[in-house]
Structures are given as C-alpha cells and as structure tokens.
C-alpha cells in the first residue's frame, strides 16, 4: 500500500465579484486584467463568513467523499494565511465542527503552496504507519487582506477552500514523488502587512522558473517522462505563468486544468479547488498521473507526482 488521495470536497462562496464590478471600484478594467492574468471573476466571502466557515463545508464534503467519519480522522492539517484569529487554529476550529474528537489539528503557513505542505506532512504520518487518515484543506478568505484601492493586487485575489482525505491507496498509486523548497530571502517580495502587498515582476519571474524546475525534479524522482503526464495542475495564481509550467512539461493545452478565471488566486485553496473541479468534469480518471506545483509567499513552493485512485 502507498499514501493517496481518497476523498475530496470543495467549497466558494455565492458572491461573484465581476472585471466589470471591479472596473467601479479601482482603475482598471475587463481587458487589462485578462489579458494579464487570465481572470474574469472571483468568489468573495460575505462580512458574516469566516476562513473556518468555508473550510467547514470542504472538509464536510472530502469525507463524506472519501466515505469514512469524522471520527475516523487522526489528523488535521489546515493550510492558510487568513485564519480566522491568530488562535486557536482553523485546524481545532474544524474539529470541533466536524465532530473530528480524536484528531491531533495545527495550521500550515506556507502561503500558496500551503496544500503541498500539507500533503507531503500527510504523507509520512501515513507512511510510517503512525495515522490512518489524515485531513488536509487549504482555505483561505484573501478579501479580507486584500487592499481594494490597489489596481495592482485587488484583481488577483479570491475566497474558496478545497479540501482531501489521504490514506492508504493500492500499491503504485498515490503520491509517487515530491518537492518542497523555501527561500526566505525573496519574502520581501510577497508578504502582508496590513494588506497583500507584491512585487509582481520578481514574483512572476521566480514562479516561472521555479514551478517549471520542480515539475521537472518530481517527475524525474518519479522515474517518470514528461510523456507520462496525463494532467498538470497549477496554483492558479495568472495564465501566463500557468502556460509556461505547460510548456515546460512539453503538455497539449486540454491537459492544463484551468480554473483562474472563475475564481482567481485563492492561494492555499487553489490547487484543491481545481483538483475537485477536474475529477467532478471526468477529466481525472484512475491510474492518470497528475503533477500538483505550487509557489508562494516565503518565498516557498512545492510539488507532487500524484498517480489517481484508490
């Protein structure tokens, strides 16, 4: 038996916020940010909704997905930057709403590639056979920290969380390599202080290099050809740099899940959310292998070679 995936769930709130809604609210407007970025819309919180609320929903649903209890969870692994107060945790927040009574519960702060952190931390509890069924959801309630006079930033952002049981799976499935880096001395360039602040030309030319390279690095652990990719899901953070991790694995465009530009960069929750979104559309089957990258605030990144099913 290997380490997998075996339930997943997500959850975005009703609000759509629009380009056009946008181009109301700060100096921009429908062409300048898709051309730039890919996204037309994103999913916004109302005031009344916190991070644990939409992780809640996600994690209710990856359970019921994966098709054990609450109770059956040994761990907790919340992956975000907006949590609903500096403590206690989404993560111990989630488990008293789930019912979750004997799982351990800890936050991830690793930004964007917070998912990935979780899923590789999962991983070896699983591996080393010290819990069954660990509870990864990377959530994230960005509006709240999102400066909406700055043209530059409030375009990107979003609300959503995604969410995945992992526990054993049938030998050659699962997650076959991973990644994880950090390099503290780019966090100048993505941090908060009251509000997300970017510089949008170092961070696009380090997630260039960087998602493509890991790419590489996970499927060459893998013992794997970039032929053998039957998926690529990116942090959907702009197209741009999205189709330059494509073009690096040398992957025809209807192998690129795409999700940005319906709900933009939602950070920890990106990967997840387009993960359900492209299992629910068929796109995903069993035994396809799947590259998970991501990149973020730290700076950090991370990446997997995941093999699809149970």
């Not at 690529?232 to 740099?241: G, V």
């Not at 299992?279 to 396809?288: F, M, T, Y």
Request: contains cysteine; aromatic residues 6%; charged residues 25%.
């Amino acid at each position: 038996m290997s380490t997998g995936v075996i339930g997943i769930g997500r959850a975005l709130p009703e609000k759509i916020l629009t380009n056009f809604d946008l181009e109301k609210m700060v100096d921009t407007n429908d062409e300048w940010i898709r051309t730039r970025t890919g996204i037309e819309e994103r999913r916004i919180a109302d005031d009344n909704t916190n991070t644990s609320d939409i992780g809640y929903e996600a994690a209710k649903k990856a359970i019921e997905n994966a098709n054990i209890s609450a109770e059956d969870i040994d761990l907790i692994l919340v992956a975000t930057v907006t949590p609903d107060q500096p403590f206690p945790s989404v993560a111990c927040m989630l488990q008293e709403r789930l019912g979750a009574k004997k799982a351990a519960a800890l936050d991830i702060s690793a930004a964007c590639a917070g998912f990935m952190y979780g899923m590789v931390t999962a991983k070896q509890f699983i591996d080393n056979n010290v819990y069954k069924y660990v509870l990864v959801v990377g959530v994230e309630k960005l509006s709240k920290i999102t400066n909406w006079e700055d043209r530059n930033t409030a375009v990107l952002f979003g609300d959503g969380a995604g969410a995945a049981v992992l526990g054993k799976v049938t030998e050659g499935r699962g997650i076959l390599s991973f990644e994880l880096g950090a390099d503290g001395t780019g966090g100048k360039h993505l941090y908060q202080d009251d509000f997300i602040q970017m510089n949008g030309r170092e961070v696009f030319k380090f997630a260039v290099r960087q998602m493509g390279e890991s790419s590489e690095n996970v499927l060459e652990k893998a013992g794997l050809s970039k032929e053998d990719v039957d998926f690529l899901i990116p942090h959907q953070a702009n197209i741009r740099i999205m189709e330059a991790s494509r073009q690096r694995l040398n992957l025809p465009e209807e192998k690129l899940s795409k999700t940005v530009h319906k709900y933009g960069n939602t950070s920890a929750a990106s990967i997840p959310i387009s993960l359900v979104e492209e299992v629910e559309a068929g796109k995903i089957k069993d035994d396809d292998v799947i590259v998970l990258v991501g990149f973020g605030g730290g700076l950090t990144w991370g990446a997997i070679a995941l093999r699809w099913g149970k």
